[in-house]
């Protein structure tokens, strides 16, 4: 079983001493509450709200729920934007004990109703913003709640159970089909602690929220753990005005995905100053490949990017790298309270911070796990250190006529150890005849590429591309190198979205 006392040297000893563990969302934000009920929790819409101020809003939120007949073990769907009104109605839905479905707020009206049949819910928390999309949830006789009702007297929070069912979320999983992982309070506390550790000052940060919180990335480690170290949550209304909020609000620690970093490194460039704030400390980089070459840019500007890795079904966070500097291909280090083992190199994971089950999804459930075991589908190896690297996915495993397995990822890692690339596709092709053949097709890192005193750069680029294809094995070198003029298609985690197998 693994345990945290690798993390304590790059953390404050107060900090660590700190890091306790919590059973339920109702056992830590009680403790929050007693400890920073002063502090500024959130921040939204030009409206500032301490820890004690939520805390009475979710207290009447409470009742109003209640009122409405939701109880202790029901099954909700929350249906918001990032705001304010969506922290004041997950934390009063999940403090009675409620399962919060968390819907995207960028379903439709067909899809909202049919995931309310699907995970089987009682009622559907909505956002007025949204309430063109909940026509059909009232007119089948769900009950809809808007979060800008409320009462006017106070329910306290239940002493829930760490094995109480706590949030659905939406996740592609090991098969890429989306479904609804259900996680437990154990299983999202877990989580939530796990964002404390390999940085030195966790405790009393500046939070800014970019990340949609029905995405596990953003309601864990971006909202969960600020709201577990007393810290301020700077909720941007648009992320068109992102920069502008953070240089008003001026954050000490961002969660991002790697695609934002790049964007907010290169206009930085632009602009010659850091457009992250001069007070950023640390960004926490994870969903998706994080490259080298962001945590040395971002070093060389002060900031401590730390990568990571983990997954919808482990509560967010599996491993981080408080080593970044040294070794910035990993993924770090496995968190606490976690067992794994590596089977024909898939990460196989056992812990309390795994999903309770794929809801609704009994093939699902069969195929991700074995005896106890969660089949992660990702590919992994282990250095000397117990540092863990990421070499690939299942799913995407490309199979050739000769029986030789590729790994895309592996071999774009190669690539992209160039600073001149930012993101690279090793996908498999065909020709005019029904060839199959692997191509690579590459989006450049325009500002390291301005900097290479040549006049023909496309040419140099593709140049040295070919450089490191020579150095590959003979079955994972590429047939045919295309030099993109804009980015990948991504998803709305800002995930490349990989091209169809022939």
Not at 163 to 180: A, E, N, P, Q, W
Not at 297 to 313: I, S
Request: charged share 25%; hydrophobic share 35%.
């Amino acid at each position: 079983m693994t345990d945290n006392e690798v993390f304590r040297k790059y953390t404050d000893q107060e900090s660590f001493s700190k890091i306790i563990s919590y059973d339920s969302v109702s056992q830590m934000w009680k403790h929050s509450v007693s400890v920073y009920g002063e502090n500024k929790a959130v921040l939204f819409d030009g409206k500032e709200y301490t820890y004690n101020q939520l805390e009475e809003d979710v207290a009447l939120y409470r009742t109003f729920l209640i009122s409405k007949g939701i109880y202790e073990g029901d099954r909700v769907a929350l249906f918001s934007p990032n705001s304010y009104d969506f922290v004041k109605a997950f934390l009063a839905l999940t403090t009675l004990g409620v399962c919060t479905a968390i819907f995207p707020a960028h379903l439709d009206e067909g899809a909202v109703f049919g995931c309310c049949k699907k995970f089987g819910v009682k009622a559907l928390v909505y956002n007025p913003a949204l309430e063109d999309k909940i026509k059909t949830v009232k007119d089948n006789g769900i009950c809809a709640i808007s979060t800008a009702e409320s009462s006017d007297t106070k329910t306290s929070a239940l002493d829930c159970k760490g094995d109480r069912d706590c949030v659905i979320m939406f996740t592609g999983g090991t098969t890429g089909k989306s479904k609804g992982a259900l996680l437990t309070n154990q299983a999202v506390l877990q989580g939530t602690k796990n964002g404390c550790y390999g940085i030195k000052d966790v405790f009393n940060q500046r939070y800014i929220l970019v990340l949609p919180l029905s995405h596990v990335f953003g309601l864990i480690r971006n909202l969960l753990t600020c709201l577990y170290t007393g810290s301020t949550l700077f909720i941007c209304k648009n992320n068109k005005d992102m920069f502008k909020d953070i240089a008003i609000f001026k954050p000490t620690i961002l969660v991002t995905v790697p695609a934002l970093a790049e964007m907010a490194l290169n206009l930085s460039r632009q602009f010659k100053r850091n457009m992250l704030g001069d007070q950023l400390k640390t960004i926490i980089c994870g969903a998706a490949t994080v490259s080298p070459y962001l945590i040395s840019e971002y070093g060389k500007m002060g900031v401590n990017l730390l990568p990571g890795y983990g997954m919808t079904e482990t509560a967010n966070l599996v491993s981080g790298n408080p080593r970044n500097q040294e070794r910035p291909e990993s993924v770090g280090y496995l968190y606490e309270n976690q067992e794994y083992k590596v089977v024909n190199g898939e990460l196989w994971l056992k812990g309390k911070n795994l999903l309770k089950e794929y809801v609704g999804e009994p093939d699902e459930n069969a195929s991700a796990f074995q005896d106890g075991w969660f089949k992660t589908g990702d590919l992994v190896r282990f250095d000397q250190d117990g540092l863990m690297y990421i070499v690939g996915r299942i799913k995407e495993i490309i199979i050739l006529a000769n029986g030789e397995n590729v790994s895309p990822a592996e071999v774009e890692a190669k690539f992209n150890e160039l600073d001149c690339i930012q993101d690279s596709q090793v996908f498999e092709d065909r020709d005019d005849m029904g060839n199959h053949f692997l191509a690579l097709e590459v989006v450049p890192r325009n500002a390291e590429l301005e900097k290479i005193p040549v006049e023909d750069k496309e040419s140099y680029l593709k140049k040295e591309l070919e450089k490191i294809n020579s150095t590959l094995l003979p079955y994972q070198r590429v047939s045919k190198i295309t030099i993109r003029k804009q980015d990948f298609e991504r998803s709305p985690s800002m995930k490349v979205l990989r091209y169809h197998k022939c």
